[in-house]
């Protein structure tokens, strides 16, 4: 056999292979193809239903229904109303009364009915007297308020404040 005639069937057994590959290929990607559009059309499907059920949940009328049933708001009222003078300053622990304020009285706001109790942990406040009147708070004076001064004038940052040169135009 001459080499010629040996070189074109070697040739032609390469085609034959490299088209039977080829052929396999095409038909796995082909086969990935189709596996693609059947999943964006089951994706399509579970967005429909999953807008469908956001709708049924964010309808005012059963968010109004649920806030009534388990979260107990009501109307507001004048006496749950009060400005930013007629709050109380925050209490330090251990601190007295100063001499010169007067106890702050405001109008408690109406029992909340007995829910369950939480699992996690709960954080206590401490009752007000028995006869109404409400403790005054002292202000925060001395040592502390020029830390934080000090703290917000050096370190804006960290303490949140906005000084000029931190402010955005």
């Not at 930013?84 to 909340?112: D, K, V």
């Amino acid at each position: 056999m001459r080499a010629s005639a040996f070189m074109w069937l070697a040739l032609s057994i390469m085609v034959g292979v490299a088209m039977f590959l080829v052929k396999y290929k095409v038909q796995a990607l082909e086969d990935e193809v189709v596996q693609t559009r059947e999943d964006v059309v089951r994706d399509r499907n579970a967005i429909r239903v999953l807008e469908a059920e956001w709708t049924y949940l964010n309808d005012p009328e059963r968010l109004r229904r649920l806030s009534a049933q388990h979260l107990s708001f009501g109307p507001p009222v004048p006496q749950n109303v009060t400005d930013i003078a007629g709050l109380p300053m925050r209490a330090t622990p251990g601190a007295a009364p100063e001499a010169g304020s007067a106890p702050a009285t405001t109008a408690a706001p109406p029992p909340a009915p007995a829910k369950a109790k939480p699992s996690g942990p709960t954080v206590t406040a401490e009752a007000a007297p028995a006869d109404g009147t409400l403790t005054a708070f002292q202000r925060p004076a001395g040592f502390p308020v020029i830390i934080a001064r000090l703290q917000r004038l050096l370190l804006p940052e960290a303490v949140g404040a906005t000084t000029p040169s931190t402010r955005s135009p």
